[in-house]
């Protein structure tokens, strides 16, 4: 459910607040990092000191070093480019598709940093002084470093000034990767959900549902694509 409610609102807070993106979007990012530095810091505080949140607070820190509410920006830029053109909400979504991916991105390096470091220093010794080899577990970890390693070329050639400094065919070809890292979550959060002792077939099913439906969408707008092309092109030269 939390997962659900954090896509509802990030969802709403980007459509109300489009123009506010677009504008300030260097606003948008310091909050992003603002976030992750004291979702990390408290992270750090957490492992070497046993500090502990409660309530509310708890809830949103949670949810932030899980990754939620970067997903539900990277949701969001996955189906700005899937969905119809015409749309009011797809036109509203395209025109801050890179600022959402950046923030969703900054958001996520916590995430990355602290549970790596985390598998490092407290779980990698455990597993080889106990001799196991926890397939699952060790999986969902490979998955998600290489999706964390393919997402940073992502961010820093979705930053503006970097773009303009590089060539429309060599960012296209970097930003391709984006299909892989989009899938690599996926399977990420899969594997977690299928490691843990009881599975959770409501979040089971709400990331299946969303991960599916983009790709459907997507088969369907490349198609529709395809077929328009040699019709675009009969009209050039006639």
């Not at 979007?25 to 530095?37: P, W």
């Not at 961010?155 to 299909?179: C, V």
């Not at 399977?187 to 599975?199: A, R, S």
């Not at 707008?221 to 675009?232: D, G, L, R």
Request: glycine content about 4%; proline content about 2%; hydrophobic content about 50%.
């Amino acid at each position: 459910m939390i997962f659900i409610c954090t896509l509802i609102l990030v969802t709403i807070l980007s459509l109300l607040l489009t123009s506010s993106i677009k504008k300030h979007y260097y606003l948008y990012y310091s909050l992003a990092t603002g976030v992750a530095i004291i979702t990390s810091f408290y992270e750090i505080l957490r492992i070497t000191s046993n500090a502990k949140l409660e309530g509310v607070i708890l809830t949103l820190e949670k949810t932030s070093i899980r990754g939620l509410i970067s997903v539900s920006f990277f949701i969001l830029v996955m189906y700005a480019g899937a969905l119809n053109q015409k749309w009011t909400i797809t036109k509203k979504l395209r025109s801050i598709r890179a600022e959402l991916a950046i923030i969703g991105a900054i958001m996520l390096l916590p995430h990355g940093i602290v549970y790596f470091i985390r598998f490092i220093i407290l779980k990698l010794p455990k597993i080889i002084n106990e001799g196991s080899f926890p397939v699952l577990y060790l999986s969902y970890i490979a998955v998600g470093l290489i999706g964390f390693i393919i997402m940073i070329p992502l961010l820093i050639t979705s930053f503006k000034k970097i773009r303009r400094k590089m060539q429309g065919k060599q960012w296209k070809r970097i930003q391709r990767w984006a299909y892989l890292f989009y899938f690599l979550a996926y399977l990420h959060v899969l594997l977690i959900l299928l490691n843990e002792k009881e599975i959770d077939w409501v979040r089971l099913s709400s990331y299946t549902i969303v991960f599916i439906s983009y790709m459907g969408l997507k088969l369907l707008k490349n198609k529709e694509i395809n077929i328009a092309k040699p019709f675009k092109l009969s009209k050039m030269n006639n």
